[in-house]
Nanobody, 113 residues
Framework: VQLVESGGGLVQPGGSLRLSCVAS????????MSWYRQAPGKERELVAS????????NYLDSVKDRFTISRDNAKKTVYLQMNSLKPEDTAVYYC???????WGQGTQVTVSS
């Protein structure tokens, strides 16, 4: 199993980023996927999750109406569109196979002026 995230970077407050996570080594369309984040000195937290078909989606309260999780099963990719970014969104973002201990390497998102 391999999960490769990309799309992180430095962005000003109010800006946007789109994270991608390309999966391989398992039947992507059969599993839910999740995005987590971990800020310095804090525990890792679940940001958003999406079911295998994309019909069930959940968000951390603090990112609702700003972040959108989606997936393309044909491309074996899960996305996290992040809008109206705030300094408190600064963290390393990880994708994960829901209910499995498979994680990506993480991508750094820094929101700062």
């Amino acid at each position: 199993v391999q999960l490769v995230e990309s799309g992180g970077g430095l962005v000003q407050p109010g800006g946007s980023l789109r994270l991608s996570c390309v999966a391989s080594g398992f039947t992507f369309s059969g599993y839910g996927m999740s995005w987590y984040r971990q800020a310095p000195g804090k525990e890792r937290e679940l940001v958003a999750s999406i079911s295998s078909t994309g019909t069930s989606i959940n968000y951390l309260d603090s990112v609702k109406d700003r972040f959108t999780i989606s997936r393309d099963n044909a491309k074996k990719t899960v996305y996290l569109q992040m809008n109206s970014l705030k300094p408190e969104d600064t963290a390393v973002y990880y994708c994960k196979v829901t209910r499995r201990d498979y994680w990506g390497q993480g991508t750094q998102v820094t929101v700062s002026s």
